[in-house]
C-alpha cells in the first residue's frame, strides 16, 4: 500500500516535468502553426526544418551550435586533463587554491559569468563573435571536466606513473602509455559532459556572441519568442533534441554501469 | 678497496623539507649480488631511501652511485635498476603480456626477442601459460608474481624491491620469500628490500641496515644484528627482548635489577648509564633453587607453538620475559641464570631531556614551541639560548590535552621491566622522552606537563 | 626550452597553464564587474551606481520581488522534492534506477526549450501567463536540481544508522525525525544553492512565462547591460555576488559540495 502511494506520487512528478516536452513532441507531428491546433498527422514540420530556404537561420544557428560545441568541449577536455593530472600533483595550499578556482565558475550564476566575460572582451576591446563564445564556454566547461577526471586519477593506483618511468619510459610515454588510457573514460565523459552544457547554455552565450549577426540556438530561439511567434518547425527541435539527450544519457548510464559492474567483479 | 666492490654507493644522503629530515646523513655501501634489506618501522624513511635510489626523489644532499658511474642527476627512466612496488603497480589496461613487455618495447627489442623473453619470465615466477590474461583478474600473489617478471625482464643491475610482500597473507608471504630467496641465487644481481617484517628480514638477507627516524641505526649480517644489537631500538626490533636499565660498574661488572651480574662487555668505564638487553630465549628458568641468580614468581604461561612464554616478576618489581620449552605454572617460584655472554650491554643514546631554549625572563623559559615556568636564573639575559635538561620521568602525560602545557602524540614505547619508555613527538617534531609506569599506547595523543623544580637551565657555551 | 621541457617534466606544474586561464577568464572578469561597478561611465570612482539602486523603487522593488519569488520557489520545491528523494532512495518504495533517471533527465534539456514548452502547456490548457505561470515554470525547471543532491545524499547514507535507531527502539517516525532528516540535511542545503541560486538570476525565463509583465532582478541586470549602462549593471551583478556569496557561505560544508559534485553526471 504504501508502495502504492509512492509510485503514484512519482508518477505525477513525472507527468509535470513531463507533460510540456510531450505536448511539443505531439504537436510535432502537426502542421498547424498555433500550437494546440490539431490539423491532422503530419511530418512536414520536420522536412521543413532540414530543407533549408526559409529556415536558412536556424539551420544556420544549429550549426553555429554544434561547432562551438565540438569546439569548446574539445578545448575543454584537452585544458581539463592537463589541469587535472597537474591538480591531483599538486599539495597542500596551491592544491586548495587550484581547488577553490576551479569551484568558481561552477558556483557562480551563469548571468554573472556572462556578464564578466562580457566586460572583459569589452575592456580589451576584443570583437564579440566565435572565438569569444568558445572561450566563454570553455571557461565554464573545464571545471566540469575536471571533475569528471579527478575521480579517475584519485582511484589509479598512484604507483604506475612510477612504474613506467622505472621500465624505461621517458615522462610523455610515461604519460601516453599510462596515465591516458587510465583517465581515458574521465575524459570522454567530460567530453561529453561539456558538449552538452555548450549547447544547453544560453546566460553566458547571449553576453558574449556580440551582435555581428551570430546566433546560436539558444539565442534563436530566444529571439524568436521574444517576437511573439513560435516559429512551428522548434518543435520538431525540440523533440530531436530531447531525443538525442535521452540517447546520451542512456549511453552514458549504461557506460559508467557496466564500468562498476567490471569494478564489482574485480573486487570479487 | 677497489672501487669496483661495491655496485651502489650512497653517500651522505639527506632529504629534508624545510626544518624536518626524513633521511639524515645515510651512508649505504652495497655489494655486487648481495641481498641488501633495509629494515624499520613505518615512517623511519626506508621507502624514502628506495625512492631516491631509483630515481623518483631527489636527495637534499648526497651522492649516489651505482657500479661506479654517479647516477643522482640521473632521471629514474635512465637508471640501470628496476622496482618492485608494494601495491604491485601493475597497468591496469594491459595484460600481463604486455605488462611485463613494456620495458623491453619501449627498447625496441625485436619481437621474437620479446616473446621468448617475456617466456622465460614468466617461468621463473611460475607463471607460464597467463600471458593473455587481464590482470585485473588476478590474486595479489599473481600479480606480485607479474610485477617481479615485468621488472626482472629488463636485466637491471639493481632489483629494488618496496615491501613486496606486505599485502599477501601468511602462507603466501612464506611461499614468496622462498621463491625470492631463489630467484635472487639464479639471477645474481643485486637486491635491495624494503620491509618493516623483522623476520622476514632475517630470514631473506645477507645485509640488514635497520633504519629508525631516518638514521641508520645498524648494519650487520642477520646474525650480527641479532646478536649484538648496537642500542635498545635495534634489540627491541629485531626479535622479542628484555631491555632494562643498567649501571656498568666497570669492565666485565653490569649492575641492574638491583644486583651486580658478570658480563663480557668492556671499555664502558666506571659506573657508566647503560641499556642491558637479554634474549628471552636467553634466560634459563628452574624451579627454585639457591644457585639461581634471580628468583621471581610465574606471572602468565601461554603456549606459543614451539616453546611457552612466561613472564615472570622478581621481588624488587622486575617483569623478565622468557622463552623455554618447559612450562612453569602461574604463581610458581622459580629461579634464574643468564649467561654472562647472554647478557648484552650497549650505550644509552641519553640519559636525559635536553631541549634547547631561550629564556623569555628569568623565571620563563620557551621551548618545544610554548612557555615553561622555571626556577629562577642568575644573571641569564633575556631571549639567551640555553639548554634545557629534564629527567625521563620528571614529565608527566596527561590524558586530557587540554591539561598540558604542550600535546604530543605517543611515537614509540620501550617497555623496560619495570617502567615504560616513551617517545613523545609534538606537532612541530621535537620529540621528549618519557619514563611512566602508566600504559599508553602508540598513537595515542597526550597532554605534557613539566613542573618548575624539575627543569634545569644549562648555559649555552658559546 | 629545455628548462620548460624540465619544468613541465614534473606533473604539478600542469596545473599552471590552467591556472593562467582561470586567471584570465575568471578571476579577471570578476574583479571587472567590481571595478565597473565603482565607476562611472567616464572612468571615475563612484559610488553612485549603489546610491541610485537603493533610490530607485524599482530595482529595488524589483530585487524584493525576486528574492520573493526565489523563496517561494526554493520552497516548493524542497515540499515536493524532499518525499521523491526520498522514495526514490528506498529501496523498498522503488526498485528502479530507471525512475531516476527520468527524474534527472528534464536537467540536461535547454532551459529556453523547457520553458517554451511550459509557455505551450499553459497555452493549450488555455491558461493566462503571469505569475502563476512563472512559479510553475521555475518549479518546473529547477526541481531536479532539488530533488539530485538529495537523493544523492540519501542514497550514501549508511543504512546502518536507520537500523541501529530502530534497533534502540526508535518508531519509524522517530527514525525519520531523528535520523534521515538531520543525515539528510547536507543534500537539503545543496539543493537549496541549486534552486535559489539560479531562480534569484535567471533573466529569459521570467519574460516568457509572464509576456514580460513580470520584471525579475536578472532582467533589469541584462537591460541595463544590453543599453549600455555597464557600469549600472555591474553594480547590480556585484549585489547579486554578494547575495549569492552571502547565501554560500551561510550554507558552505564540505559535505554539501560532495553531495553536489559526487554523482558526476548521474
Given at each position: 500500500?504504501?508502495?502504492?502511494?509512492?509510485?503514484?506520487?512519482?508518477?505525477?512528478?513525472?507527468?509535470?516535468?513531463?507533460?510540456?516536452?510531450v505536448?511539443?513532441?505531439?504537436?510535432?507531428?502537426?502542421?498547424?502553426?498555433?500550437?494546440?491546433?490539431?490539423?491532422?498527422?503530419?511530418?512536414?514540420l520536420?522536412?521543413?526544418?532540414?530543407?533549408?530556404?526559409?529556415?536558412?537561420?536556424?539551420?544556420?544557428?544549429?550549426?553555429?551550435?554544434?561547432?562551438?560545441?565540438?569546439?569548446?568541449?574539445?578545448?575543454?577536455?584537452?585544458?581539463?586533463?592537463?589541469?587535472?593530472?597537474?591538480?591531483?600533483?599538486?599539495?597542500?595550499?596551491?592544491?586548495?587554491?587550484?581547488?577553490?578556482?576551479?569551484?568558481?565558475?561552477?558556483?557562480?550564476?551563469?548571468i554573472?559569468?556572462?556578464?564578466?566575460?562580457?566586460?572583459?572582451?569589452?575592456?580589451?576591446g576584443?570583437?564579440?563573435?566565435?572565438?569569444?563564445?568558445?572561450?566563454?564556454?570553455?571557461?565554464?566547461?573545464t571545471?566540469?571536466?575536471?571533475?569528471?577526471?579527478?575521480?579517475?586519477?584519485?582511484?589509479?593506483?598512484?604507483?604506475?606513473?612510477?612504474?613506467?618511468?622505472?621500465?624505461?619510459?621517458?615522462?610523455?610515454?610515461?604519460?601516453?602509455?599510462?596515465?591516458?588510457?587510465?583517465?581515458?573514460?574521465?575524459?570522454i565523459?567530460?567530453?561529453?559532459?561539456?558538449?552538452?552544457?555548450?549547447?544547453?547554455?544560453?546566460?553566458?552565450?547571449?553576453?558574449?556572441?556580440?551582435?555581428?549577426?551570430?546566433?546560436?540556438?539558444?539565442?534563436?530561439?530566444?529571439?524568436?519568442?521574444?517576437?511573439?511567434?513560435?516559429?512551428?518547425?522548434?518543435?520538431?527541435?525540440?523533440?530531436i533534441?530531447?531525443?538525442?539527450?535521452?540517447?546520451?544519457?542512456?549511453?552514458?548510464?549504461?557506460?559508467?554501469?557496466?564500468?562498476?559492474?567490471?569494478?564489482?567483479?574485480?573486487?570479487? | 678497496?677497489?672501487?669496483?666492490?661495491?655496485?651502489?654507493?650512497?653517500?651522505?644522503?639527506?632529504?629534508?623539507?624545510?626544518?624536518?629530515?626524513?633521511?639524515?646523513?645515510?651512508?649505504?655501501?652495497?655489494?655486487?649480488?648481495e641481498?641488501?634489506?633495509?629494515?624499520?618501522?613505518?615512517?623511519?624513511?626506508?621507502?624514502?631511501?628506495?625512492?631516491?635510489?631509483?630515481?623518483?626523489?631527489?636527495?637534499?644532499?648526497?651522492?649516489?652511485?651505482?657500479?661506479?658511474?654517479?647516477?643522482?642527476?640521473?632521471?629514474?627512466?635512465?637508471?640501470?635498476?628496476?622496482?618492485?612496488?608494494?601495491?604491485?603497480?601493475?597497468?591496469?589496461?594491459?595484460?600481463?603480456?604486455?605488462?611485463?613487455?613494456?620495458?623491453?618495447?619501449?627498447?625496441?627489442?625485436?619481437?621474437?626477442?620479446?616473446?621468448?623473453?617475456?617466456r622465460?619470465?614468466?617461468?621463473?615466477?611460475?607463471?607460464?601459460?597467463y600471458?593473455?590474461?587481464?590482470?585485473?583478474?588476478?590474486?595479489?600473489?599473481q600479480?606480485?608474481?607479474?610485477?617481479?617478471?615485468?621488472?626482472?625482464?629488463?636485466?637491471?643491475?639493481v632489483?629494488?624491491?618496496?615491501?613486496?610482500?606486505?599485502?599477501?597473507?601468511?602462507?603466501?608471504?612464506?611461499?614468496?620469500?622462498?621463491?625470492?630467496?631463489?630467484?635472487h641465487?639464479?639471477?645474481?644481481?643485486?637486491?635491495?628490500?624494503?620491509?618493516?617484517?623483522?623476520?622476514?628480514?632475517l630470514?631473506?638477507?645477507?645485509?640488514?641496515?635497520?633504519?629508525?627516524?631516518?638514521?641508520?641505526?645498524?648494519?650487520?649480517?642477520?646474525?650480527?644484528?641479532?646478536?649484538?644489537?648496537?642500542?635498545?631500538?635495534?634489540?627491541?626490533?629485531?626479535?622479542?627482548?628484555?631491555?632494562?636499565?643498567?649501571?656498568?660498574?666497570?669492565?666485565?661488572?653490569?649492575?641492574?635489577?638491583?644486583?651486580?651480574?658478570?658480563?663480557?662487555?668492556?671499555?664502558?668505564?666506571?659506573?657508566?648509564p647503560?641499556?642491558?638487553?637479554?634474549?628471552?630465549?636467553?634466560?634459563?628458568?628452574?624451579?627454585?633453587?639457591?644457585?639461581?641468580?634471580?628468583?621471581?614468581?610465574?606471572?602468565?604461561?601461554?603456549?606459543?607453538?614451539?616453546?611457552?612464554?612466561?613472564?615472570?616478576?622478581?621481588?624488587?618489581?622486575?617483569?623478565?620475559?622468557?622463552?623455554?620449552?618447559?612450562?612453569?605454572?602461574?604463581?610458581?617460584?622459580?629461579?634464574?641464570?643468564?649467561?654472562?655472554?647472554?647478557?648484552?650491554?650497549?650505550?644509552?643514546?641519553r640519559?636525559?631531556n635536553?631541549?634547547?631554549?631561550?629564556?623569555?625572563?628569568?623565571?620563563?623559559?620557551?621551548?618545544?614551541?610554548?612557555?615553561?615556568?622555571?626556577n629562577?636564573?642568575?644573571?641569564?639575559?633575556?631571549?639567551?639560548?640555553?639548554?634545557?635538561?629534564?629527567?625521563?620521568?620528571?614529565?608527566?602525560?596527561?590524558?586530557?590535552?587540554?591539561?598540558?602545557?604542550?600535546?604530543?602524540?605517543?611515537?614509540?614505547?620501550?617497555?623496560?621491566?619495570?617502567?615504560?619508555?616513551?617517545?613523545?613527538?609534538?606537532?612541530?617534531?621535537?620529540?621528549?622522552?618519557?619514563?611512566?609506569t602508566?600504559?599508553?599506547?602508540?598513537?595515542?595523543?597526550?597532554?605534557?606537563?613539566?613542573?618548575?623544580?624539575?627543569?634545569?637551565?644549562?648555559k649555552?657555551?658559546? | 626550452?629545455?628548462?620548460?621541457?624540465?619544468?613541465?617534466?614534473?606533473?604539478?606544474?600542469?596545473?599552471?597553464?590552467?591556472?593562467?586561464?582561470?586567471?584570465?577568464?575568471?578571476?579577471?572578469?570578476?574583479?571587472?564587474?567590481?571595478?565597473?561597478?565603482?565607476?562611472?561611465?567616464?572612468?571615475?570612482?563612484?559610488?553612485?551606481?549603489?546610491?541610485?539602486?537603493?533610490?530607485?523603487?524599482?530595482?529595488?522593488?524589483?530585487?524584493?520581488?525576486?528574492?520573493?519569488?526565489?523563496?517561494?520557489?526554493?520552497?516548493?520545491?524542497?515540499?515536493?522534492?524532499?518525499?521523491?528523494?526520498?522514495?526514490?532512495?528506498?529501496?523498498?518504495?522503488?526498485?528502479?534506477?530507471?525512475?531516476?533517471?527520468?527524474?534527472?533527465?528534464?536537467?540536461?534539456?535547454?532551459?529556453?526549450?523547457?520553458?517554451l514548452?511550459?509557455?505551450a502547456?499553459?497555452?493549450?490548457?488555455?491558461?493566462?501567463?503571469?505569475?502563476?505561470?512563472?512559479?510553475?515554470?521555475?518549479?518546473?525547471?529547477?526541481?531536479?536540481?532539488?530533488?539530485?543532491?538529495?537523493?544523492?545524499?540519501?542514497?550514501?547514507m549508511?543504512?546502518?544508522?536507520?537500523?541501529?535507531?530502530?534497533?534502540?527502539?526508535?518508531?519509524?517516525?522517530?527514525?525519520?525525525?531523528?535520523?534521515?532528516?538531520?543525515?539528510s540535511?547536507?543534500?537539503?542545503?545543496?539543493?537549496?544553492?541549486?534552486?535559489?541560486?539560479?531562480?534569484?538570476?535567471?533573466?529569459?525565463?521570467?519574460?516568457?512565462?509572464?509576456?514580460?509583465?513580470?520584471?525579475?532582478?536578472?532582467?533589469?541586470?541584462?537591460?541595463?547591460?544590453?543599453?549600455?549602462?555597464?557600469?549600472?549593471?555591474?553594480?547590480?551583478?556585484?549585489?547579486?555576488?554578494?547575495?549569492?556569496?552571502?547565501?554560500?557561505?551561510?550554507?558552505?560544508?564540505?559535505?554539501?559540495?560532495?553531495?553536489?559534485?559526487?554523482?558526476?553526471?548521474?
Amino acid at each position: 500500500m504504501k508502495r502504492f502511494f509512492a509510485q503514484t506520487y512519482l508518477w505525477l512528478l513525472l507527468a509535470m516535468l513531463y507533460a510540456p516536452i510531450v505536448i511539443i513532441a505531439i504537436f510535432s507531428f502537426t502542421e498547424a502553426k498555433v500550437l494546440g491546433n490539431w490539423t491532422g498527422f503530419s511530418t512536414k514540420l520536420y522536412t521543413s526544418l532540414f530543407s533549408g530556404g526559409v529556415h536558412h537561420s536556424l539551420l544556420n544557428a544549429i550549426e553555429n551550435t554544434l561547432i562551438i560545441a565540438i569546439v569548446a568541449a574539445a578545448l575543454s577536455t584537452l585544458l581539463g586533463s592537463v589541469a587535472a593530472i597537474g591538480i591531483h600533483n599538486l599539495r597542500g595550499r596551491k592544491k586548495m587554491v587550484m581547488n577553490a578556482l576551479n569551484n568558481i565558475p561552477m558556483l557562480n550564476p551563469d548571468i554573472i559569468t556572462g556578464i564578466s566575460l562580457f566586460l572583459l572582451f569589452v575592456s580589451l576591446g576584443i570583437t564579440q563573435g566565435y572565438t569569444t563564445v568558445i572561450l566563454a564556454h570553455v571557461a565554464f566547461c573545464t571545471p566540469y571536466v575536471v571533475l569528471c577526471i579527478m575521480p579517475r586519477l584519485q582511484q589509479m593506483n598512484p604507483d604506475i606513473y612510477e612504474a613506467a618511468l622505472d621500465l624505461g619510459a621517458t615522462p610523455l610515454q610515461a604519460m601516453r602509455k599510462v596515465i591516458i588510457p587510465e583517465i581515458k573514460p574521465g575524459m570522454i565523459s567530460g567530453f561529453i559532459l561539456a558538449f552538452t552544457l555548450s549547447i544547453d547554455d544560453f546566460a553566458v552565450t547571449i553576453f558574449t556572441i556580440g551582435t555581428g549577426g551570430l546566433e546560436t540556438l539558444s539565442t534563436y530561439i530566444y529571439a524568436d519568442a521574444r517576437k511573439g511567434g513560435l516559429t512551428p518547425e522548434l518543435r520538431p527541435l525540440s523533440t530531436i533534441i530531447f531525443v538525442t539527450v535521452l540517447l546520451l544519457l542512456i549511453i552514458i548510464n549504461v557506460r559508467s554501469q557496466r564500468a562498476a559492474k567490471k569494478k564489482e567483479a574485480l573486487v570479487k | 678497496m677497489g672501487e669496483s666492490n661495491f655496485i651502489i654507493e650512497l653517500s651522505h644522503i639527506s632529504k629534508c623539507y624545510g626544518e624536518k629530515c626524513v633521511l639524515d646523513d645515510v651512508s649505504l655501501y652495497v655489494k655486487k649480488g648481495e641481498f641488501v634489506t633495509i629494515l624499520g618501522p613505518s615512517g623511519c624513511g626506508k621507502t624514502t631511501l628506495l625512492k631516491i635510489l631509483a630515481g623518483f626523489g631527489v636527495a637534499t644532499s648526497g651522492e649516489i652511485k651505482i657500479a661506479g658511474a654517479d647516477i643522482t642527476d640521473v632521471p629514474p627512466h635512465l637508471r640501470p635498476v628496476n622496482t618492485v612496488f608494494q601495491r604491485y603497480a601493475l597497468f591496469p589496461h594491459l595484460n600481463v603480456y604486455d605488462n611485463i613487455a613494456f620495458g623491453l618495447k619501449l627498447k625496441k627489442v625485436k619481437q621474437d626477442e620479446i616473446d621468448a623473453r617475456v617466456r622465460k619470465a614468466l617461468k621463473m615466477v611460475g607463471m607460464t601459460d597467463y600471458e593473455w590474461r587481464d590482470v585485473n583478474s588476478l590474486s595479489g600473489g599473481q600479480q606480485q608474481r607479474v610485477a617481479i617478471a615485468r621488472a626482472i625482464i629488463n636485466r637491471p643491475q639493481v632489483l629494488l624491491l618496496d615491501e613486496p610482500l606486505a599485502a599477501l597473507d601468511l602462507k603466501m608471504r612464506k611461499d614468496m620469500q622462498m621463491e625470492l630467496k631463489d630467484m635472487h641465487k639464479t639471477l645474481g644481481i643485486t637486491f635491495v628490500y624494503v620491509t618493516h617484517d623483522q623476520e622476514e628480514a632475517l630470514t631473506l638477507s645477507d645485509t640488514i641496515v635497520v633504519m629508525s627516524e631516518g638514521r641508520v641505526q645498524q648494519i650487520g649480517t642477520p646474525t650480527d644484528i641479532y646478536n649484538e644489537p648496537v642500542n635498545s631500538f635495534v634489540a627491541d626490533f629485531i626479535g622479542e627482548s628484555n631491555i632494562l636499565n643498567g649501571e656498568m660498574v666497570r669492565d666485565r661488572v653490569v649492575k641492574f635489577m638491583g644486583r651486580e651480574f658478570e658480563c663480557v662487555d668492556e671499555g664502558f668505564g666506571e659506573n657508566t648509564p647503560v641499556d642491558v638487553v637479554i634474549r628471552p630465549e636467553d634466560v634459563y628458568i628452574m624451579a627454585r633453587t639457591d644457585s639461581g641468580m634471580l628468583d621471581g614468581v610465574v606471572q602468565s604461561c601461554i603456549f606459543k607453538g614451539v616453546h611457552y612464554e612466561m613472564t615472570v616478576l622478581t621481588p624488587n618489581g622486575y617483569e623478565i620475559m622468557i622463552q623455554d620449552y618447559n612450562a612453569f605454572e602461574v604463581g610458581q617460584e622459580v629461579s634464574m641464570i643468564v649467561k654472562p655472554s647472554d647478557i648484552h650491554v650497549m650505550h644509552k643514546e641519553r640519559v636525559c631531556n635536553t631541549f634547547e631554549g631561550k629564556m623569555v625572563d628569568s623565571t620563563h623559559v620557551e621551548m618545544l614551541g610554548t612557555q615553561f615556568l622555571c626556577n629562577e636564573v642568575a644573571d641569564v639575559e633575556v631571549g639567551e639560548s640555553v639548554l634545557v635538561e629534564v629527567p625521563f620521568n620528571k614529565v608527566e602525560l596527561m590524558d586530557n590535552k587540554e591539561d598540558g602545557q604542550q600535546v604530543g602524540d605517543v611515537r614509540f614505547i620501550l617497555y623496560k621491566g619495570d617502567h615504560y619508555h616513551l617517545t613523545v613527538r609534538t606537532a612541530d617534531g621535537d620529540n621528549i622522552y618519557v619514563d611512566t609506569t602508566d600504559v599508553w599506547d602508540d598513537g595515542d595523543i597526550v597532554g605534557i606537563r613539566i613542573q618548575a623544580d624539575d627543569i634545569v637551565i644549562k648555559k649555552q657555551a658559546k | 626550452m629545455k628548462g620548460l621541457m624540465r619544468f613541465f617534466m614534473r606533473r604539478h606544474n600542469w596545473s599552471l597553464p590552467y591556472f593562467i586561464f582561470m586567471l584570465i577568464f575568471v578571476v579577471l572578469p570578476l574583479v571587472l564587474i567590481f571595478i565597473y561597478a565603482f565607476q562611472d561611465a567616464d572612468g571615475n570612482f563612484t559610488i553612485d551606481n549603489f546610491s541610485k539602486f537603493i533610490s530607485s523603487p524599482e530595482a529595488a522593488n524589483t530585487f524584493v520581488y525576486s528574492i520573493g519569488i526565489a523563496i517561494i520557489t526554493t520552497v516548493l520545491c524542497i515540499l515536493l522534492g524532499y518525499p521523491a528523494a526520498y522514495i526514490l532512495s528506498n529501496r523498498e518504495l522503488c526498485r528502479s534506477r530507471v525512475m531516476v533517471v527520468l527524474f534527472i533527465l528534464p536537467m540536461w534539456i535547454n532551459i529556453l526549450v523547457r520553458t517554451l514548452a511550459t509557455v505551450a502547456l499553459f497555452d493549450f490548457m488555455r491558461l493566462p501567463l503571469g505569475e502563476g505561470a512563472l512559479i510553475f515554470g521555475m518549479v518546473y525547471n529547477f526541481l531536479p536540481f532539488m530533488i539530485y543532491p538529495i537523493y544523492n545524499t540519501m542514497q550514501k547514507m549508511d543504512h546502518s544508522y536507520i537500523e541501529a535507531a530502530q534497533d534502540l527502539g526508535a518508531s519509524p517516525l522517530k527514525v525519520f525525525t531523528k535520523v534521515m532528516l538531520p543525515l539528510s540535511m547536507p543534500g537539503v542545503m545543496s539543493g537549496i544553492m541549486m534552486v535559489f541560486m539560479p531562480t534569484i538570476s535567471t533573466f529569459a525565463i521570467a519574460e516568457l512565462l509572464t509576456m514580460n509583465n513580470i520584471k525579475l532582478f536578472g532582467t533589469t541586470i541584462q537591460e541595463n547591460i544590453n543599453n549600455g549602462m555597464w557600469n549600472y549593471g555591474a553594480a547590480l551583478s556585484l549585489i547579486m555576488l554578494v547575495i549569492i556569496f552571502a547565501s554560500e557561505m551561510f550554507s558552505d560544508s564540505e559535505e554539501e559540495q560532495r553531495a553536489t559534485n559526487e554523482g558526476g553526471i548521474i
